[in-house]
Every structure is written in structure tokens, then in C-alpha cells.
T-cell receptor
Framework: DGGITQSPKYLFRKEGQNVTLSCEQN?????MYWYRQDPGQGLRLIYY???????QKGDIAEGYSVSREKKESFPLTVTSAQKNPTAFYLC??????????FGPGTRLLVL | QKEVEQNSGPLSVPEGAIASLNCTYS??????FFWYRQYSGKSPELIMF????GDKEDGRFTAQLNKASQYVSLLIRDSQPSDSATYLC???????????????FGTGTRLQVTL
């Protein structure tokens, strides 16, 4: 099956802890994206990547980091510097056009 | 002024009626426009995209774009209870770099289709 997978579905973070969210796609898409969604708000872009070993900050990159070592994978780390990490995190990919397709999301909660 | 604006709703329509969802955007240079449907607790799924002025139809869905007035609409004909969801409008505000496109999302309109 072609698609985008995200894991875990739910993630709990303790104070001062870094956590990593996984995003994998087998659609052979070059571009990948990370968004954050808070209740009542639109999706906000955290980071995006056009190609392996390249990524750019989005609108709310502070407190987050990413890597793109493989075309299929674009993990997001939520660092302890992100003071309000509770949100629904969405990974998307795009195949060269402007259309983006979303994975199922990871819900991050703070203990 | 927000870059992409939608009425949060809820928009309530009876089953079988036409639902009309609207979105306005601020940048006249915007080139491409997308509608996503998001069920509660789920991720957005693409319904339609439109690039040119006028209408684009796909089954029960019609996207309408008016660049002069800077709005894009989504019409849902013969609305069904399964259409009840939040509809997100997304606009590429002319910020495409290489293979990536930076979309700006509205906050979404919640649609309720009543029996």
C-alpha cells in the first residue's frame, strides 16, 4: 500500500524531555512537511524539506528540529525548548506539484 | 488581516441540500487553492484543488475560484450526514520553492448535515 505513516499515534512527553515523531512515505515524493494543529487554529508549518539532506524552517520552527537522511523519512524532534508542545502533529508529502497529502497524525501530550 | 479566512461555523444544512463553504485570501499573487476535509480527530484529506478562475467539478463537489475578488468556494451538492466535518481551505501564497510548496491554511469551517 502506498501512503504516509506516522508513529506513534499518541506520545507523552515529560518535562525537559526531547521526543521524536516518525514520518515515513513510500510515494516517492521529494517534498515533505511537518505541521502543527491546535484546537480552533489552522495548520501551521514547522519545517519542510525539498530533498534529502536539505530542510527549511517554516513559520514556527523554534523548539523543533528535523533531519532528512533518506527520501522516505522525515522525523521531527520536539525539544525541551518547546514550552507548549501539546498539539496534533501532521506530516505531509508532495510529489513535485503543489498538492500535499497528509499522514494520520501524532497527538502529543505533556505529562 | 489573516492571510486565509474562513467562517468557523458551524454551518448547518439539511440532508440533500447544497452546502456552500467560502474562503477569502489576502495575496493577489496566489496561484493555487486547495480544499481539505477533516473529520474530528483525523488528519486532513484532499478533496479538490483549483488553479484557474471559474468552476471545477468532481462528483458532488464543485470548487469555484474568483481571483479578482480573492475568494474560493466549495459547493457540496446533495449533502449527506457523512459530509459532516471541518473543511479547510489552503492557499499557495506564491511561495513555491523547488519541489516544495508552502501552503497557508484557514482555520476551517465546521459543516453539520442534519437528517
Amino acid at each position: 500500500d502506498g501512503g504516509i505513516t506516522q508513529s506513534p499515534k499518541y506520545l507523552f512527553r515529560k518535562e525537559g524531555q526531547n521526543v521524536t515523531l516518525s514520518c515515513e512515505q513510500n510515494l516517492n515524493h521529494d517534498a515533505m512537511y511537518w505541521y502543527r494543529q491546535d484546537p480552533g487554529q489552522g495548520l501551521r508549518l514547522i519545517y519542510y524539506s525539498q530533498i534529502v539532506n536539505d530542510f527549511q524552517k517554516g513559520d514556527i520552527a523554534e523548539g523543533y528540529s528535523v533531519s532528512r537522511e533518506k527520501k522516505e523519512s522525515f522525523p521531527l524532534t520536539v525539544t525541551s525548548a518547546q514550552k507548549n508542545p501539546t498539539a496534533f502533529y501532521l506530516c505531509a508529502s508532495g510529489g513535485g506539484g503543489e498538492t500535499q497529502y497528509f499522514g494520520p497524525g501524532t497527538r502529543l501530550l505533556v505529562l | 488581516q489573516k492571510e486565509v479566512e474562513q467562517n468557523s461555523g458551524p454551518l448547518s444544512v439539511p440532508e440533500g441540500a447544497i452546502a456552500s463553504l467560502n474562503c477569502t485570501y489576502s495575496d493577489r499573487g496566489s496561484q493555487s487553492f486547495f480544499w481539505y476535509r477533516q473529520y474530528s480527530g483525523k488528519s486532513p484529506e484532499l478533496i479538490m484543488f483549483i488553479y484557474s478562475n471559474g468552476d471545477k467539478e468532481d462528483g458532488r463537489f464543485t470548487a469555484q475560484l474568483n481571483k479578482a475578488s480573492q475568494y474560493v468556494s466549495l459547493l457540496i451538492r446533495d449533502s449527506q450526514p457523512s459530509d459532516s466535518a471541518t473543511y479547510l481551505c489552503a492557499v499557495n501564497l506564491g511561495m513555491t520553492t523547488g519541489t516544495a510548496s508552502k501552503l497557508t491554511f484557514g482555520t476551517g469551517t465546521r459543516l453539520q448535515v442534519t437528517l
